[in-house]
């Protein structure tokens, strides 16, 4: 086995890793934010025409971003640690990377800061979706609010499609009954939710690795290859394989799209 392919393969393997502790985090915090963000919800009266509003007033989000900085941050953080350990070897350092080194910190900050940004805007997107159809349908705001709950931390896209999911069911499925309807509906929803809590903590992990490990190289004096999965790889990341940066050129680059 080649020097490369056993780098790659710790990378990897350092990747799934904090993969799995990163998307319990995110679980955790979202958990919290459907909390709040119900409670909000069952007080509230609403037009169809006041969506937006009802949406900024539902929750306190800067309690909700700032619930997600201090649950996901500390884990971002030891992924950084680890991932620039990693970087120091290649770059022949002798040293323990300082988890705690303003640098360090800061990019800690600025992932998860980014990420917390991005979910929250997200979700309240499709808060403000779901409120505009349940009034359009005449649905109470105590009703909308048990619809949306389970929709809190999906994109608008899977909102739609969690409707569409439920009008084919209503169509294909004249037979079953409310309650039937309503458990496929939730399965379905399950899965959405894995899936985007898996999207996010796959992504983030990736961009948190890549950049931690471009910290390493910037101390060492280093250059970055662009290596990928071999055969796992999509068609834009198989054709920049073998490819040369410079690390001021490598930053932002990975991940390249969403996993």
Not at 80 to 98: C, N, P, R, S, T
Not at 116 to 139: C, S
Not at 141 to 168: C, D, F, S
Not at 169 to 181: C, E, S, V
Request: net charge positive; with cysteine; aromatic share 4%.
């Amino acid at each position: 086995m080649s020097k490369k392919t056993r780098y790659n393969a710790r990378m990897i393997a350092l990747q799934l890793k904090h993969e799995k502790k990163i998307q319990t985090k995110i679980r955790q915090w979202l958990e919290f934010s459907k909390t709040e963000i119900i409670r909000g919800i069952n007080k509230q009266m609403i037009r169809k025409d006041q969506a937006d509003t009802i949406v900024m007033e539902l929750t306190d989000w800067i309690v909700i971003e700032n619930n997600g900085m201090t649950t996901i941050k500390p884990a971002i953080l030891y992924a950084i640690a680890e991932a620039g350990q990693e970087g120091y070897k290649v770059g022949g350092i002798q040293l323990v990377f300082d988890m705690l080194h303003p640098s360090t910190v800061e990019l800690a900050q600025t992932i998860t800061a980014d990420l917390v940004r991005e979910v929250t805007d997200e979700t309240k997107a499709a808060i403000r979706l779901a409120i505009r159809d349940g009034a359009n349908q005449g649905k109470s705001m105590q009703q909308i609010g048990k619809r949306i709950k389970p929709l809190v931390g999906l994109t608008q896209k899977q909102v739609i499609a969690v409707a569409n999911h439920e009008e084919r069911l209503l169509i294909d499925k004249p037979h079953f009954t409310r309650a039937q309807i309503d458990r496929n509906v939730a399965r379905y929803e399950n899965r959405l939710h894995r899936g985007r809590a898996k999207t996010i903590s796959r992504t983030e992990t990736a961009r948190t690795v890549d950049e931690a490990t471009l910290l390493a190289y910037a101390e060492a004096g280093v250059d970055a290859e662009w290596v990928t999965r071999g055969e796992l790889a999509c068609d834009i990341c198989a054709a920049n394989e073998g490819k040369i940066y410079t690390v001021s050129e490598a930053r932002g680059l990975l991940p390249a799209h969403p996993n």
